[in-house]
């Protein structure tokens, strides 16, 4: 037996801020939907645009928008009408769309989808193909294209979170806290005890699961829901037993039961350092339930990754540039990549800036296999295996380097649109 040793693990980061002030947030239900519904007006013709011609040739007369309107309003709750266009817009459940279809003076209807501002939406989740993804499936499959679903949890073992920022309020609904060789012990809804005294946990989190609400920027799966959990202090260290703790509470979730609905479904670790039986003892737990481990590979260029990437049981990331180049720190020998230099996220105090290091890739990762397990439960199919997981993520990645595999890009770069569609189709 190897003597109990206090091991401290660094975060792989390398801090570089730039701050901006933000505004508030804003909520939106997941089971209702707005829409835009086109309506036939002047003796039941459908309204067409025609180029060049007169504008409102086809448009709808005061008296039929009145009609239309008031048949509609018993489906749901009226926002605007454009009568130059033929539309009327609504709020409306989701289940009630098949019925308006249906109505003979409806020609169309169709979701009145968000345009976002293209710098909400930053480099790095584009490189990825993430925004794909929402596009391709929200019609189908509502917020799951974004990484809601009730029983769909990431939980980040980090220095903590900072929950009240504009784009994480309301991601996170419980907080473990495990410092100090368990000095300093917490289970429980007061995210008080998981608030982020470093920055590191915070920017972490706003790479997964920023809101995409207009400002700030959007994670990979900005309606995922998550988990925090402080296993690091505010220097970015934490114990190797910490962690190994960290790693079991998120596998049982908050009913402290392992393998029910509440449980962790991702682990993400923006940390690493030397291997150990402890350590590897908790990966295996947390494998043995079904829960995929995503870790940061290591910021020491080193010929291996550290651990707990290394490990069979969890996907290694690697970090590259906005030229699709490894970046020199980066760990050799990872599964698949990820952008790591130079990433804006989320910092504490409602604020963002740019940091850089295999952290910052990991997360990238961790978002895109929320997306994928969402989207195979919305779609009623079991969630993947993490063995099923790693294989998808691997065999969909935009092969970099030297063909095939090689010891820089592992893999290649994730790749959130091929690994979803395959995840859904497999």
Known sequence: MHKAAAIFVAMLVLFSPLVVAVGQNTTQDKDVVRVVVGVRGNAGKSFMGVAGGKGGEYSISKEELITYKAQLRGYGKLKKEIPELGVIVLEVPRKALQKIKRLPFVTYVEEDVK????????????????????????????YAAYGYHPSIQVAVLDTGVDYTHPDLKGAFSWCVRVLNNGGSYYKGTDLRYCWDDNGHGTHVAGTIGASLNGQGIAGVAPYVQMYVVKVLDSQGSG????????????????????????????????????????????VRYAYSYGVVLVAASGNEAASYPSYPAAYSEVIAVGAIDSNYRIASFSNRRPDVVAPGVNVYSTLPGGTYGTMSGTSMACPHVSGVVALMQALRLAAGKPKLTPYQVRNLLIGTAIDLGSRGYDVYYGYGLVDAEYAVYYALNS
Not at 115 to 142: F, M, R, S
Not at 246 to 266: E, Y
């Open 239 to 282: 114990y190797l037993s910490d962690i190994a703790q960290g790693i079991i509470d998120a596998t049982k979730g908050p009913d402290g039961i392992p393998g029910t609905a509440d449980d962790a479904d991702v682990i993400s670790m923006s940390l690493g350092g030397s291997g150990s039986t402890t350590l590897y003892n908790a």
């Open 115 to 142: 345009y976002h501002a293209l710098g909400e939406v930053k480099w790095d989740v584009q490189y990825i193909y993430a925004p794909n993804v929402w596009n391709n499936y929200y019609k189908t499959y509502g």
